[in-house]
């Protein structure tokens, strides 16, 4: 049955308010946890403070003072949102095991958003992404075993494989080979642009995460490992954000926003196997009905038209935590090799490239190169996770 957020009613503002007994939400099991619940958490995590920073910065150009009230007043329960998300994560994690999560989110909530994407340029931006996460994940869980002695199946489950991606020394470009070609808004299907605020909220969170917990680790290793990884999640945020029509008005923006929360809180709701998050799903997607009517309100004050031109009559299908083994490695064998150049693609290293290669490396060996090595001299070979097989390009490249 479809559904339709603008024709729903949610709880009203006035309503939302949480106090401390409402906010101290019980975090997931680790050990007993789906580990797509924690995705799902931590993808509900960066949208909101997506959320909250979108409309901070929107505050700041906002004249009206009554309207920017308002915009005060939804983004005080964004926040509280946030914090009932994110405190759903156990503190017994590690800050590893945290990190390896945020990347098999990355893996498969992009492979998932390049399965479905219906334009073919945007699919190519999330599958070219997606492969530079995958090799994230392999890094950071051979990072693991090597510091902590654990094995990141114990994480990931059998859902994700870990293996070599894109290699992560070949992720250093030079920043104008970061930046896409925008969707553009009169003409992209209301999907596209649910999917790019989407992955542009993940990354973005992603590399808020590792800029501030890479210089607590004591081990050399590590702290040259986040920093390697985190420079690189900066190139995803752009790449991603670059996809966003910048035509759109800042009212058309909230409006997006809005409805885009709507979208992944009904489609974790319909997902979701465990019952206490399931609950804290439906609630916000309550709240976020009520948030999209006001921003609709201020759509069509402000832009003078409908919001029924610009979002879609029902929201799409369920995004969906599956694995996408045999998708990921599809792209493994057919675009392994690809870079950037300009708002497109190539197989060959370009001048651009080189010397961007060569100012970051300055003829050393990255950390992330230096983590699997270092893992094989302690533990004799790599960590891998080859579920479904050999590695299908078969062949290690090192700079």
């Known amino acids: ?68 009230r308002q915009l005060a007043r939804v983004r005080y329960i964004e926040a509280q949102q946030q914090k009932a998300v994110n405190w759903l994560l156990p503190g017994s994690s590690s800050v590893l095991e945290t990190t390896i999560a945020y990347e098999q989110v990355a893996v498969d909530l992009t492979a998932w958003v390049a399965r479905m994407e219906p334009d073919p ?36 489950d059998q859902l994700t494989e870990v293996m070599p991606g894109r290699p992560t020394y070949q992720h250093h470009r030079d920043p104008i080979d970061n930046v896409r070609r925008p969707y553009e808004r009169r003409e992209t299907e209301p999907l596209s642009r649910l999917h790019a605020l989407t992955i542009m909220a993940a990354e973005q969170q992603t590399m808020n995460f590792y800029m501030n917990v890479g210089p607590t680790y004591m081990e050399p290793i590590a702290r040259q490992l986040y920093q390697e990884i985190g420079l690189i999640e900066e190139e995803h945020v752009t790449h ?56 609709a309100e201020l759509f069509k004050r402000f832009d003078g038209r409908d919001p029924d031109q610009v979002l879609a009559p029902a929201l799409p299908p369920p995004v969906t935590f599956e694995p996408n083994k045999g998708y990921l490695r599809d792209l493994l064998t057919t675009q ?64």
Not at 133 to 142: I, Q
Request: charge should be negative.
């Open 121 to 156: 340029y945007l699919k190519q931006a999330y599958q070219f992404g997606v492969l530079e996460d995958f090799d994230h994940l392999y890094r950071y869980a051979n990072l693991y075993e090597m510091i902590e002695r654990r094995k990141a199946e114990k994480i990931v």
């Open 336 to 399: 392994v090799d690809v870079i950037t150049l300009g708002t497109g693609y190539v197989r060959e290293a370009h001048e651009r490239f080189t010397r961007m290669q060569e100012a970051i490396m300055g003829g050393e060996q990255p950390p992330s190169e230096r983590v699997i090595e270092h893992n094989r001299a302690i533990n004799g070979r790599e960590y891998r996770l080859e579920t479904e097989g050999p590695h299908p390009v078969g062949v290690r490249l090192t700079p």
């Open 1 to 68: 049955m479809s559904f339709d957020p603008l024709q729903e009613r949610g709880i009203p503002l006035d309503e939302q308010l949480r106090g401390w007994r409402e906010l101290n939400v019980t975090p997931i099991d680790p050990d007993a946890a789906d580990p797509y619940t924690r995705c799902r958490i931590i993808t509900m995590n960066g949208i909101e403070v997506e959320a909250v920073m979108f409309s901070h910065h929107l505050a700041r150009h906002c004249a009206d003072l009554e309207v920017e």
């Open 240 to 295: 991603y954000e670059s996809l966003v029509d910048p035509g759109e008005s800042w009212w058309e923006m909230l409006l997006n926003h809005e409805y885009n929360e709507c979208y992944l809180y009904h489609s974790f709701m319909e997902t979701e196997s465990e019952p206490k998050v399931r609950a804290i799903w439906e609630l916000h997607l309550m709240m976020e009905l009520e948030h999209l009517r006001l921003a």
